[in-house]
């Protein structure tokens, strides 16, 4: 292996990507038959995002493989909205469309976002900054860490914790949080983990976390507020029983030694140097 691949976090030189104007941040909502909110959510986060965040952004619809009319909706926004584009994939799953999309963008910094914006936006800058100035490698929005604020039933509230207390113990996660769907990385670091990550569903979110860090990478929390949404469809038992499967596979993996990934170079990209 070359001294490149066997460069930890600790070794590499932190620099920041680009001045402001010249960082592109992507932001993926993953939908699957999401008509009735797609409108509504994309706007508010379109708005919000021209009015108040200091970065460039692009806004990704990732339709997968809806049957009602979301990706009409989703067509007819990137008509309306300047900053808005989409991409139709054939199968389901948000990992699936995470990957596409996060593997083959040019943004200097990836995110994504459920399409309910159960998460308030005004956490989105805390949660992009640690990732432009180098702080960080990947960053987490955590309805657990101390400051957040969160309004969902008990039941929710008992199962997550208890997932994310499974995962401590079983797999020596560190991070507070895995399913908030509010995360964002820097491309160069998750183009890197993507290739070893399997999971294309829900627990995508979590494997990709794990396998940072056990490849020495630094994750920033942002405690959130968050609201659950009252209309999600989330199959609750079967994600369960798919998280426990990811479980037991990561466990395999990292007992045989195959659970890390090579660490990127954090230079900036050409078009930053050449602009400096």
């Known amino acids: ?22 960082v592109l941040v992507e932001v993926v909502i993953p939908v699957y038959n999401e008509e009735h909110v797609l409108a509504r959510s994309v706007g508010r986060l379109h708005t919000y995002l021209t009015g108040t965040f200091p970065y460039a952004f692009r806004i990704t619809i990732a339709d997968n493989a ?11 926004l990137t008509q309306d909205l300047p900053h808005v584009r989409a991409v139709h994939l054939d199968q389901k799953g948000r990992g699936r469309a995470l990957r596409h999309v996060w593997g083959l963008t040019d943004a200097d910094v990836v ?16 949660l992009v900054m640690p990732l ?36 401590r113990t079983t797999l020596r996660a560190k991070f507070s949080d895995a399913q908030c769907g509010f995360k964002a990385g820097r491309t160069e670091t998750v183009q890197a983990l993507l290739p070893l990550v399997e999971d294309q569903a829900w627990f995508f979110d979590t494997e990709l976390l794990v396998l940072a860090e056990r490849s020495d990478l630094r994750i920033h929390e942002v405690p ?16 369960a029983l798919d998280d426990l499967r990811g479980i037991a596979r990561v466990r395999r993996r990292i007992r045989r030694g195959e659970f ?11 078009a930053a140097r050449a602009a400096a």
């Not at 292996?1 to 010249?22: C, E």
């Not at 809806?66 to 007819?76: E, F, G, H, I, Y």
Request: charged share 30%.
């Open 132 to 167: 432009v100035s180098g702080h960080s490698d990947l960053s987490i929005g955590s309805r657990l860490a101390r400051g957040a604020r969160v309004e969902r039933g008990p039941k929710r509230e008992i199962i997550s914790r208890c997932y994310n207390l499974l995962l």
């Open 66 to 76: 809806s049957t009602d009319r979301t990706w009409d909706v989703a067509m007819r």
């Open 260 to 270: 890390r990934a090579p660490v990127p170079s954090r230079r900036r990209p050409a």
């Open 1 to 22: 292996m070359s001294d490149h691949l066997n460069l930890t976090a600790q070794d590499m030189p932190v620099r920041p990507l680009r001045r402001s104007s010249h």
């Open 111 to 126: 995110a994504y976002m459920d399409v309910d914006l159960s998460t308030d936006l005004d956490g989105f800058l805390p």
């Open 224 to 239: 959130v507020d968050w609201v659950d949404d009252p209309d999600s469809r989330v199959d609750i038992i079967q994600t």
